[in-house]
């Protein structure tokens, strides 16, 4: 049992983040023609920005063609002549969303916070900005003793379903175990986890959802019966201890 998890293992493409990933990811926040745009819109050549900034205009030039990859100290200087924050560089510009994840890209991540995981994950979506969900690709590996699942919540929805082998899945009061084909769409912010129930690995899709807490109404502290406004914060005074 414990060589089949292991010949899982050596079989998944890499533990880390590679150059090449790591170069693409960069090129895709386009920081080079971001500068030029700037320094084109103000109609400033390469020396007189150079000159504002103490950078030479040979160095500048390969920034905006994308030859280089600039320090945040560098950054930081083109972004104070042009009045701009860093955050600018790294915002997502609107454009229709398209991404491919090769798997030779993707990274196989341990469960966080055990020593002993019970499964491993890879994310498909981490090139995505601003990302509304998260999916992944995870290997529930078989147990070799009876280790009680870390349980887990957080906001949002999740969605599970199963590629092969068998999934033992616990959500709040509930228990089941779901097969090849079987799917399942629950309430993330309940406590919940999930191990593998059979003698070979599990493989699994997740989808994790997003969503905002509700906003709690706030109360206001006039003459008679406080009101509340529904759909506002609640402000710390009006909160019981």
Same mark, same amino acid.
């Given at each position: ?21 790591? %170069? ?10 971001? #500068? ?41 200087? #083109? ?30 991540? +341990? ?10 994950? %890879? ?11 998260? +999916? ?7 147990? %070799?003793?009876? #280790?009680? +699942? ?7 929805? %999740? ?46 899709? #997740? ?27 609640? +402000? ?6």
């Amino acid at each position: 049992m414990k060589e089949l998890a292991e010949v899982r293992t050596e079989e998944t493409q890499k533990s880390q983040v590679d150059t090449e990933t790591t %170069e693409r990811f960069i090129a895709e926040k386009r920081i080079g023609e971001r #500068i030029k745009r700037l320094r084109l819109k103000k109609s400033m050549g390469l020396v007189e920005l150079g000159r504002h900034t103490g950078l030479s205009a040979s160095f500048l030039s390969q920034l905006e063609t994308g030859r280089v990859v600039p320090t945040l100290r560098n950054l930081a200087r #083109i972004a104070m002549v042009f009045s701009k924050d860093l955050s600018y560089f790294f915002e997502s510009e609107p454009q229709a969303m398209f991404r491919v994840h090769r798997r030779k890209d993707r990274v196989r991540l +341990p469960q966080t916070g055990v020593e002993e995981p019970t499964y491993f994950f %890879e994310s498909l979506g981490y090139m995505v900005p601003d990302r509304h969900m998260d +999916p992944y690709f995870a290997e529930f590996i078989p147990l %070799e003793k009876n #280790i009680e +699942p870390r349980a887990h919540m957080h906001p949002g929805y %999740e969605f599970l379903y199963v590629l092969d082998g068998e999934l033992a899945l616990r959500h709040g009061e509930n228990q089941c175990t779901l097969s090849p084909g079987d799917a399942v769409y629950f309430d993330a912010s309940t406590p919940h986890s999930y191990v593998c129930a059979g003698k070979r690995p599990a493989d699994v899709l #997740i989808v994790t959802m997003h969503q905002p807490p509700p906003a709690q109404p706030v109360t206001l502290l006039r003459q008679g019966a406080p009101r509340a406004l529904p759909g506002s914060l609640q +402000p710390p005074s009006s909160i019981n201890r």
